[in-house]
């Protein structure tokens, strides 16, 4: 404040009497005082005042003026119309609400601000930057691709002046449906970038609302994390097919062959979990010594999988065409023979309790809902393997082709394929070729893993399927090679793999470190699953038995 007389200078006067000189400060009211006004100050018993000399002031959050009585601070809060207020306020417009320490409120709105900057920087901003990071590799591929699209029409023109006119024309339509797939990716570029310096400029804001000490800002902050947790759609396009044919000069037009049309579809966006969901599950430390809380006797003579309907039932299936759900006491309750007769290549539980199987024989992936059978997919050049369910009731299918040299995993939405894994950022095959045991399960954090026993390892890729790490044992183990059939996940985003020769399952964490091993006297662990409380259960390949067992 300027002193009246001495307009050069600034002075800082008593909150008070707004004459004299201050020389003392209230820690408990935040005013300023001069020596007369202390006495007076103190005459309020109904407060612990803290009168302290002003050089000696603690630094504290200033208090704001309130809006209605200039002459107060708010030096309260109220929960229900979420404002600070001031005594004056509380006796009138805010009688009988629940009031707080604005101080308290403004420790508590600071840790809020801090939640959702931790969570933009560390998990939504970088999910961004990815989904960008995409976008660009495709349109990086779109040259090669489209080339490849030209090639085979320019393969196409040995009529030379006859059919170049339709040549021409059909490379007119691969460069206007390439000019509409690069324009659909600079869309969705513009729409990620805009996201993206939206999400530079809450974060630099919220950054300086955190090192500022007025509560009047942050009382006033509402939280955006919600809405960037609603990620933008993902353009798909489906890249057009060349089907050439042979030249006939009556029918050259017909003849020479098809371009399928350019499909742009625009998949729903997803919403990610906030930071709390996905970082912050119940903590359930690993047991130093897991045991065994019930055996179930399935009846096969050899048992490959196991799948959890409720806590005490399980889905099974062995050797032969008849797949059987088993309470703990190993009464059988339903038994259900595949639509073909042969032995089902696999099985899962749906989150609507259905029974899920596949089954090479035909090439299908069956539902069983009220005992009846549906065929819900029917591959052509593919065999399916292994299946499991996802948190969105998704189906997850590892498959391999019919001349057994290419591996894949796809995603399906009810009969629709959605995603289809296949090769890493190099173009390299990410599981191993070939008809051989490739188990499967979605993580917590909704990453893909597989157990890929043909390649002694683990491998991990995230949601958009680019690998993450591949686990090929335990780094000390020297002399028995890792072996890996069945997977499994549980609610701490551990990862659980069968070593079937070593008798033991590897539970890993979900960056891929080594955590323990289970043994419980285990013969040649082959199918896991994890039931809704975290009680594994292991499918004993020789003894056709399934050991249920308490590691959390």
Same mark, same amino acid.
């Given at each position: 404040?300027?002193?009246?007389?001495?307009?050069?200078?600034?002075? &800082?006067?008593?909150?008070?009497?707004?004459?004299?000189?201050?020389?003392?400060?209230?820690?408990?009211?935040?005013?300023?005082?001069?020596?007369?006004?202390?006495?007076?100050?103190?005459? /309020?018993?109904?407060?612990?005042?803290?009168?302290?000399?002003?050089?000696?002031?603690?630094?504290?959050?200033?208090?704001?003026?309130?809006?209605?009585?200039?002459?107060?601070?708010?030096?309260?809060?109220?929960?229900?119309?979420?404002?600070?207020?001031?005594?004056?306020?509380?006796?009138?417009?805010?009688?009988?609400?629940?009031?707080?320490?604005?101080?308290?409120?403004?420790?508590?709105?600071?840790?809020?601000?801090?939640?959702?900057?931790?969570?933009?920087?560390?998990?939504?901003?970088?999910?961004?930057?990815?989904?960008?990071?995409?976008?660009?590799?495709?349109?990086?591929?779109?040259?090669?691709?489209?080339?490849?699209?030209?090639?085979?029409?320019?393969?196409?023109?040995?009529?030379?002046?006859?059919?170049?006119?339709?040549?021409?024309?059909?490379?007119?339509?691969?460069?206007?449906?390439?000019?509409?797939?690069?324009?659909?990716?600079?869309?969705?570029?513009?729409?990620?970038?805009?996201?993206?310096?939206?999400?530079?400029?809450?974060?630099?804001?919220?950054?300086?609302?955190?090192?500022?000490?007025?509560?009047?800002?942050?009382?006033?902050? !509402?939280?955006?994390?919600?809405?960037?947790?609603?990620?933008?759609?993902?353009?798909?396009?489906?890249?057009?097919?060349?089907?050439?044919?042979? =030249?006939?000069?009556?029918?050259?037009?017909?003849?020479?062959?098809?371009?399928?049309?350019?499909?742009?579809?625009?998949?729903?966006?997803?919403?990610?979990?906030?930071?709390?969901?996905?970082?912050?599950?119940?903590?359930?430390? &690993?047991?130093?010594?897991?045991?065994?809380?019930?055996?179930?006797?399935?009846?096969?003579?050899? &048992?490959?999988?196991?799948?959890?309907?409720?806590?005490?039932?399980?889905?099974?299936?062995?050797?032969?065409?008849?797949?059987?759900?088993?309470?703990?006491?190993?009464?059988?309750?339903?038994?259900?023979?595949?639509?073909?007769?042969?032995?089902?290549?696999?099985?899962?539980?749906?989150?609507?309790?259905?029974?899920?199987?596949?089954? /090479?024989?035909?090439?299908?992936?069956?539902?069983? !809902?009220?005992? !009846?059978?549906?065929?819900?997919?029917?591959?052509?050049?593919?065999?399916?393997?292994?299946?499991?369910?996802?948190?969105?009731?998704?189906?997850?299918?590892?498959?391999?082709?019919?001349?057994?040299?290419?591996?894949?995993?796809?995603?399906?939405?009810?009969?629709?394929?959605?995603?289809?894994?296949?090769?890493?950022?190099?173009?390299?095959?990410?599981?191993?070729?070939?008809?051989?045991?490739?188990?499967?399960?979605?993580?917590?954090?909704?990453?893909?893993?597989?157990?890929?026993?043909?390649?002694?390892?683990?491998?991990?890729?995230?949601?958009?399927?680019?690998?993450?790490?591949?686990?090929?044992?335990?780094?000390?183990?020297?002399?028995?090679?890792?072996?890996?059939?069945?997977?499994?996940?549980?609610?701490?985003?551990?990862?659980?793999?069968?070593?079937?020769?070593?008798?033991? =399952?590897?539970?890993?964490?979900?960056?891929?470190?080594?955590?323990?091993?289970?043994?419980?006297?285990?013969?040649?662990?082959?199918?896991?699953?994890?039931?809704?409380?975290?009680?594994?259960?292991?499918?004993?390949? /020789?003894?056709?038995?399934?050991?249920?067992?308490?590691?959390?």
């Amino acid at each position: 404040m300027l002193h009246p007389r001495r307009s050069a200078q600034t002075v &800082l006067l008593c909150d008070l009497c707004e004459t004299v000189n201050l020389q003392s400060h209230c820690e408990l009211c935040n005013v300023h005082l001069c020596k007369d006004c202390v006495e007076e100050h103190l005459s /309020d018993s109904s407060k612990k005042h803290n009168v302290v000399s002003f050089l000696h002031r603690k630094s504290t959050p200033t208090y704001s003026r309130c809006p209605t009585h200039a002459d107060k601070h708010s030096e309260l809060y109220c929960e229900e119309c979420d404002v600070p207020v001031c005594s004056t306020c509380v006796s009138k417009k805010h009688r009988g609400h629940n009031l707080c320490d604005v101080l308290e409120k403004f420790s508590s709105k600071k840790e809020s601000l801090q939640k959702d900057l931790e969570e933009l920087e560390s998990r939504i901003y970088p999910r961004y930057e990815e989904m960008a990071s995409d976008v660009q590799t495709e349109k990086s591929e779109l040259e090669t691709n489209y080339g490849k699209l030209t090639t085979a029409a320019d393969q196409q023109e040995v009529l030379h002046r006859e059919i170049t006119a339709i040549v021409n024309q059909r490379k007119s339509d691969i460069q206007e449906m390439k000019n509409k797939h690069m324009a659909a990716l600079d869309k969705n570029t513009d729409e990620i970038t805009q996201r993206i310096t939206e999400l530079r400029k809450i974060i630099e804001d919220l950054k300086k609302t955190l090192n500022t000490k007025d509560v009047s800002l942050t009382s006033t902050y !509402k939280s955006r994390n919600g809405e960037f947790r609603q990620l933008l759609p993902k353009v798909r396009v489906t890249l057009p097919s060349f089907s050439p044919s042979k =030249i006939n000069k009556d029918q050259l037009n017909k003849m020479f062959g098809s371009l399928s049309p350019l499909s742009i579809n625009t998949e729903q966006g997803y919403t990610m979990k906030s930071a709390e969901a996905v970082s912050s599950p119940p903590v359930k430390p &690993l047991l130093d010594e897991p045991r065994v809380t019930a055996t179930i006797d399935t009846g096969y003579y050899y &048992l490959y999988s196991v799948s959890c309907l409720r806590k005490d039932q399980v889905w099974t299936r062995g050797e032969n065409k008849t797949m059987k759900l088993l309470n703990l006491q190993s009464k059988l309750l339903t038994s259900i023979q595949t639509k073909s007769g042969d032995t089902p290549r696999d099985i899962a539980v749906t989150r609507d309790g259905d029974l899920v199987y596949t089954d /090479d024989s035909n090439n299908t992936v069956n539902l069983i !809902k009220n005992k !009846k059978i549906q065929t819900v997919i029917t591959l052509q050049g593919w065999r399916p393997d292994y299946v499991c369910c996802t948190a969105g009731n998704d189906l997850l299918v590892t498959m391999d082709s019919d001349d057994d040299k290419q591996s894949k995993v796809v995603r399906y939405t009810g009969s629709t394929e959605k995603q289809s894994i296949q090769f890493d950022d190099q173009g390299r095959p990410l599981y191993s070729s070939g008809g051989y045991i490739k188990y499967l399960s979605e993580n917590r954090n909704l990453d893909i893993c597989v157990a890929d026993h043909s390649a002694s390892a683990v491998v991990v890729v995230n949601q958009s399927g680019k690998l993450r790490f591949r686990y090929t044992g335990h780094p000390s183990n020297t002399e028995q090679s890792f072996d890996p059939r069945g997977i499994t996940t549980d609610s701490q985003s551990h990862i659980l793999t069968a070593d079937i020769d070593n008798h033991r =399952i590897h539970i890993l964490d979900q960056d891929g470190q080594f955590l323990r091993y289970i043994h419980c006297d285990l013969s040649y662990p082959f199918g896991l699953c994890v039931d809704i409380r975290d009680n594994l259960f292991v499918a004993e390949y /020789d003894t056709a038995k399934v050991k249920k067992i308490q590691y959390l």
